[in-house]
Antibody, heavy 127, light 111 residues
Framework: QVQLQESGPGLVKPSQTLSLTCGVS??????????WSWIRQHPGKGLEWIGY???????YSNPSLRSRLTISVDTSKNQFSLKLNSVTAADTAIYYC???????????????????WGQGTLVTVSS | QSVLTQPPSVSGAPGQRVTMSCTGS?????????VHWYQQLPGTAPKLLIS???NRPSGVPDRFSGSKSGTSASLAITGLQAEDEADYYC???????????FGTGTKVTVL
């Protein structure tokens, strides 16, 4: 059974960098075959896809966040990470990590679906 | 930023059948990309309910069913139970975003 667990500060000051890590157990990120993703949910609102990463380091990200976003992977620790810089109150949300079952169209990666999720971690941006 | 539109709420009595729609466009559902559905119980992470338009993962009751046609998809719950009270989200891939998109979410209330 794959399990994912988010970790990181629950409070970040405006203009600083939000950093989260997702630890994966029950399976190896480096075995391939899956992508890994970050998703967030603003309080009382819907879900917003943030980005994907593959074990080799290839990433895809939401254009609305791309200029502030870094997603990375550490296969030696079986974890992947999110860094979002220059945060504002609008970045206050529950952040989830998830495993992606990939979808392909004409051999091109075309997203997929999220079969395992972490429990989520609330990050509040406030001074 | 949701590009998939869902009704805000649906409700039904125990035992009834309810359905909810997920309407997209030619850059996502209408382009042929699969639709997936998630159930989010209060205070918990979303859980995969339906993948690939109509496939139920192991452990999901067959009361839940999904379908897709054109630029829309639907989720049906038959034999509604109190435990089905939750938020439901559809999700697909959008070629203009080059990433995943979620629906606006539908809250199911069991009367």
């Amino acid at each position: 059974q794959v399990q994912l667990q988010e970790s990181g500060p629950g409070l970040v000051k405006p203009s600083q960098t939000l950093s989260l890590t997702c630890g994966v157990s029950g399976g190896s990120i480096s075995s391939g075959g899956y992508y890994w993703s970050w998703i967030r949910q603003h309080p009382g609102k819907g879900l917003e896809w943030i980005g994907y990463i593959y074990y080799s380091g290839g990433t895809y990200s939401n254009p609305s966040l791309r200029s502030r976003l870094t997603i990375s992977v550490d296969t030696s620790k079986n974890q992947f990470s999110l860094k979002l810089n220059s945060v504002t109150a609008a970045d206050t949300a529950i952040y989830y990590c998830a495993r992606v079952i990939p979808g392909y169209s004409n051999s091109w990666f075309r997203g997929g679906y999220f079969d395992y999720w972490g429990q989520g971690t609330l990050v509040t941006v406030s001074s | 930023q949701s590009v998939l539109t869902q009704p805000p709420s649906v409700s039904g009595a125990p035992g009834q059948r309810v359905t909810m729609s997920c309407t997209g466009s030619s850059s996502n559902i209408g382009a042929g990309y699969d639709v997936h559905w998630y159930q989010q119980l209060p205070g918990t992470a979303p859980k995969l309910l339906i993948s690939g338009n109509s496939n139920r993962p192991s452990g999901v009751p067959d009361r839940f069913s999904g379908s897709k046609s054109g630029t829309s998809a639907s989720l049906a719950i038959t034999g509604l139970q109190a435990e089905d009270e939750a938020d439901y989200y559809c999700q697909s891939y959008d070629s203009s975003l080059s990433g995943s998109v979620f629906g606006t979410g539908t809250k199911v209330t069991v009367l």
